[in-house]
């Protein structure tokens, strides 16, 4: 082969590979925002704390990532049993609330901020890896476009709380990893994360598991976010 022909065919193989990888992009961002303005329990109405029963829970986001808020502890399920302040770097403060998230352990353990995002473990995240269980404990977070209130019936939170337990190793066998900072630590999942089981999509699962109206495929914040009302 000469080297023009041999130029000419990379240059075409550079191109296929290119519109190949926009084609896939666009595909995906467009599936997302189909998937996301599906709902499921699409008849569900949230309750009224001034009627009945309530136990409001938060959903945060910081654009990119999803996480469920909830008080640590109250008469329906007290999460300091499984997610012990002693767990903490930091375990002096009077913290009210935990959040849980959920991501693959090779990203989630290697990349503290978007500064330390390594291509390759982006990668490898989305091919399929261990998930682990991101909990962070706060005190008295305040509602905000970022952390909006939602408001569940005793029955819906019972669900919401079983539905996360049930995916966490027992407690005698899990594995604890220091998180970001001086109060959020990792623990092990029984689950896989992949493409569609990402953190955004396991936020809307839980969810809909809940019995919470919710998006179908929500791999984006936004996909989830969009369903929770504003708080402010």
Known sequence: MSDKAKQSFIWRTVKWASFTLTALTLGLFLSAWIGALIPRNADWVEPDPKAEETIPIMIGTNGIHTEIVMPNSNAYRDWLALFPLTDLPHNGRPYT????????????????????????????????????????????????????????????????????????????????????????????????????????????????????????????????????????
């Open 97 to 232: 609330h935990v959040s849980v998230s959920w991501g693959e352990r090779a990203f989630f353990l290697e990349t503290p901020s978007w500064t330390d995002l390594n291509p390759i473990t982006a990668i490898g995240a989305l091919t399929g890896g261990d998930a682990v269980a991101h909990v962070a404990h706060y005190v008295r977070p305040a509602p905000s476009d970022s952390f909006r209130i939602l408001h569940l019936r005793p029955a819906e939170y019972r669900r919401l709380t079983d539905a996360i337990e049930n995916q966490l190793v027992p407690d005698h066998t899990s594995t604890r990893v220091a998180g970001y900072s001086d109060h959020d630590v990792f623990y092990d999942t029984l689950e896989t994360y992949h493409l569609g089981n990402t953190c955004n999509q396991w936020t809307a699962d839980q969810l809909f598991k809940a019995g919470v109206k919710t998006g179908s495929w929500t791999p984006m914040a936004g996909g989830v976010m969009q369903w929770v009302p504003r708080t402010v």
